[in-house]
């Protein structure tokens, strides 16, 4: 019989994210984790304090799946690419939303993700308030986003089931009573190929046109 390899916080933590990723944060116990594991939840805290250490792990643990801006990166293509890896693993893992910004004890991955995200900005010339406006702005656009997503009646990556949804809202909508939402369902939905995974993008420019505009601004009155 071969032998189970030994416990380690990596493993554990490997394992509470498999816990977490089919029932949801409320599911990640030292127990539960344990017998994903194969082991007494006793053994775990040789390598973790408890729950709460399990937790801040886990919330590190997310920051190790997003992008890091490359140095010497533009701000603007690091800032783009960073908010779709962000994207993407949240929405990957649910859970992590509600975990994130809510623990104490930030890890190694977190602190050193946030201090790159800022490092990119302040190269490219951001004083310290716009880059801590734009760190702000950049993730409660993409956090808001996936939450978003992640709660949509329809399968947001499948055009056919928006589409869908969409033409049965139409059909409850008087166009008397309601005719803005009626003409934007009309030709911004129902005339064009729409898909809302593509209003990612869109949205995202917004705000960094914004910072650009913020940014040439600051330049200018140096």
């Known amino acids: 019989m071969p032998r189970r390899p030994a416990l380690s916080p990596d493993r554990i933590i490997d ?6 990723d089919r029932g ?11 017998r994903e594991l194969g082991v007494e939840a006793m ?3 040789h390598h973790l304090a408890g729950k709460d250490a399990l ?17 010497g990166r533009p701000w603007r293509q690091a800032m783009a690419d960073r908010a779709a890896s962000a994207r993407a693993t949240l929405a990957a893992h649910p859970w992590a939303l509600g975990l994130i910004g809510s623990r104490r004890s930030p890890g190694p991955a977190l602190l050193r993700h946030h201090d790159s995200v800022l490092g990119c900005l302040r190269r490219d010339g951001f004083p310290v308030a716009l880059a801590a406006h734009a760190f702000s702005a950049i993730d409660a656009y993409v956090y808001g986003f996936v939450q978003i ?28 009573a309601y005719p ?4 934007l369902i009309t030709e911004q939905v129902m005339q064009r190929d729409y898909s809302h995974a593509d209003e990612f993008g869109y949205g995202l420019d917004l705000i960094l046109d914004s910072l650009e505009s913020h940014l040439a601004h ?4 140096d």
Do not use: K
């Not at 997503?149 to 033409?167: H, K, M, S, T």
């Not at 600051?218 to 009155?221: G, N, Q, T, V």
């Open 15 to 20: 394992a509470a994210v498999r816990v977490a």
């Open 24 to 34: 949801g944060l409320a599911q990640v116990s030292m127990r539960n984790v344990g």
């Open 43 to 45: 053994s775990l805290y």
């Open 55 to 71: 937790l801040d792990a886990l919330a590190n643990w997310i920051f190790t799946r997003i992008e890091l801006p490359e140095p």
């Open 149 to 176: 997503e992640l709660n949509l009646p329809f399968d947001a990556g499948a055009d056919a089931g928006a589409e869908e949804f969409v033409r049965e809202i139409q059909e409850q909508l008087s166009p008397d």
């Open 180 to 183: 803005h939402l009626v003409e």
């Open 218 to 221: 600051h330049a200018a009155s």
